[in-house]
C-alpha cells in the first residue's frame, strides 16, 4: 500500500513561493505516475500537475510556466515548486499516485489515482 505525505504548505503573499513536497513510502518510484490536485472550498477537486518516470509530464492550464513538477527518486521525494503565486491559488493540494508501469504517458484526470495524500493547505494572501 502506497503511502504519501504531503508537506510545505502555508501562507504566502501574491507573487510569492512556495515548493511542496509529496514523501512516499515506495522504494522506488518507476511504477507510478504521480500528481498534485487542489481542492479550494466549494470547488471540485482539480488536476494541477502530474509526472512519470520518463520525466515527462503534463500541467494545467492556469499554472503552466508557474508551476513545476519534479521527483527525487534516491529521496522518494515528488516537489511542486510554486512561483508568481496568486491568490487563486489557494486550495488544500492532495499528492496522488496510480501503477502504471513503464509510462511515458501521465493524466491530471484524478479518475485513475489510487492512492492519495492527507494534503496540504496552500493560502496566498496579503
Known amino acids: 500500500q502506497l503511502q504519501l505525505v504531503e508537506s510545505g504548505g502555508g501562507l504566502v503573499q501574491p507573487g510569492g513561493s512556495l515548493r511542496l513536497s509529496c514523501e512516499t513510502s515506495?522504494?522506488?518510484?518507476?511504477?507510478?505516475?504521480i500528481a498534485w490536485f487542489r481542492q479550494a472550498p466549494g470547488k471540485e477537486r482539480e488536476g494541477v500537475s502530474c509526472?512519470?518516470?520518463?520525466?515527462?509530464?503534463n500541467y494545467a492550464d492556469s499554472v503552466k510556466g508557474r508551476f513545476t513538477i519534479s521527483r527525487d527518486n534516491a529521496e522518494k521525494t515528488v516537489y511542486l515548486q510554486m512561483n508568481s503565486l496568486k491568490p487563486e491559488d489557494t486550495a488544500v493540494y492532495y499528492c496522488?499516485?496510480?501503477?502504471?508501469?513503464?509510462?511515458?504517458?501521465?493524466?491530471?484526470?484524478?479518475?485513475?489515482?489510487?492512492?492519495w495524500g492527507q494534503g496540504t493547505q496552500v493560502t496566498v494572501s496579503s
Open positions: 496522488a499516485a496510480y501503477w502504471v508501469p513503464l509510462s511515458a504517458v501521465c493524466t491530471i484526470d484524478k479518475r485513475p489515482y489510487t492512492f
Open positions: 515506495e522504494v522506488t518510484l518507476d511504477s507510478y505516475a
Open positions: 509526472s512519470t518516470s520518463r520525466d515527462t509530464a
